[in-house]
């Protein structure tokens, strides 16, 4: 395997580990389905948008596994990817301690359709990619990159940000818990923030993109933001 490769598929696993340390010593038990459930869906997901990528688009694969706050070039952004990052771990723990506690119900038909927005998410995280070969894991924009206008991105302006909320919302209703909906708040405020900034980087960096802006009205969500 090349090194990209290798980093690529690396990092899932890492990332598989971490979350089933941040699921199930909370939880402290195996014996909890929801996850096993969230986690096969969760992972085969992020496998097969990185082995299409691997295929298809290894310059986009690139540009996705430098992401994380050390990465950010803009001392704002790696304040808002912190951010994120501690959002994201809350997200998965909240839930974890509210089964082990039991303090909410979920059954399992809804367990099953937060399962169907974590995929959901996924997918429309890899129209994107197909869509655009420029989304960086970190905010930048690249010498030749030029503004995209169709696809997903003639809906909202930011189409991935869509994905990554509707996946996000799906994560502790899949793992059993009303109350993890909560950290959904934090979550959203880390990417609204993430998102305006990006907007004013891509008015300052990117050609074309105040026209583009001025196409496409709804920066997240048609007919609402």
């Given at each position: 395997?090349?090194k990209l490769e290798i980093k690529a598929i690396g990092g899932l696993l890492n990332l598989l580990f971490c979350m089933g340390l941040m699921i199930f010593l909370p939880a402290w038990t195996f014996r909890y389905w929801q996850a096993w459930?969230?986690?096969?869906?969760?992972?085969?997901?992020?496998?097969?948008?990185?082995?299409?990528?691997?295929?298809?688009?290894?310059?986009?694969?690139?540009?996705?596994?430098?992401?994380?706050?050390?990465?950010?070039?803009?001392?704002?952004?790696?304040?808002?990817?912190?951010?994120?990052?501690?959002?994201?771990?809350?997200?998965?723990?909240?839930?974890?301690?509210?089964?082990?506690?039991?303090?909410?119900?979920?059954?399992?038909?809804?367990?099953?359709?937060?399962?169907?927005?974590?995929?959901?998410?996924?997918?429309?995280?890899?129209?994107?990619?197909?869509?655009?070969?420029?989304?960086?894991?970190?905010?930048?924009?690249?010498?030749?990159?030029?503004?995209?206008?169709?696809?997903?991105?003639?809906?909202?302006?930011?189409?991935?940000?869509?994905?990554?909320?509707?996946?996000?919302?799906?994560?502790?209703?899949?793992?059993?818990?009303?109350?993890?909906?909560?950290?959904?708040?934090?979550?959203?405020?880390?990417?609204?923030?993430?998102?305006?900034?990006e907007e004013r980087f891509l008015e300052k960096n990117l050609r074309g993109y105040s026209e583009y802006r001025g196409r496409v009205?709804?920066?997240?969500?048609?007919?609402?933001?």
């Amino acid at each position: 395997m090349k090194k990209l490769e290798i980093k690529a598929i690396g990092g899932l696993l890492n990332l598989l580990f971490c979350m089933g340390l941040m699921i199930f010593l909370p939880a402290w038990t195996f014996r909890y389905w929801q996850a096993w459930i969230f986690l096969f869906v969760f992972f085969t997901s992020s496998l097969a948008i990185t082995l299409y990528l691997m295929k298809n688009d290894p310059k986009l694969l690139e540009r996705r596994v430098k992401g994380g706050a050390a990465a950010e070039k803009e001392k704002s952004q790696k304040v808002i990817q912190a951010f994120a990052g501690a959002a994201f771990i809350e997200m998965v723990i909240f839930p974890a301690l509210d089964h082990r506690f039991g303090w909410s119900y979920v059954s399992p038909y809804v367990v099953f359709a937060g399962d169907f927005l974590v995929a959901m998410g996924f997918f429309i995280v890899f129209l994107v990619f197909k869509e655009n070969s420029y989304t960086s894991g970190i905010i930048e924009v690249a010498a030749e990159q030029q503004v995209i206008s169709t696809g997903p991105y003639a809906l909202v302006r930011h189409p991935m940000y869509a994905g990554v909320l509707i996946l996000l919302t799906g994560i502790p209703v899949a793992l059993g818990s009303w109350w993890g909906l909560l950290t959904i708040i934090p979550m959203t405020v880390v990417l609204v923030c993430r998102l305006v900034s990006e907007e004013r980087f891509l008015e300052k960096n990117l050609r074309g993109y105040s026209e583009y802006r001025g196409r496409v009205s709804y920066r997240l969500a048609p007919f609402i933001w």
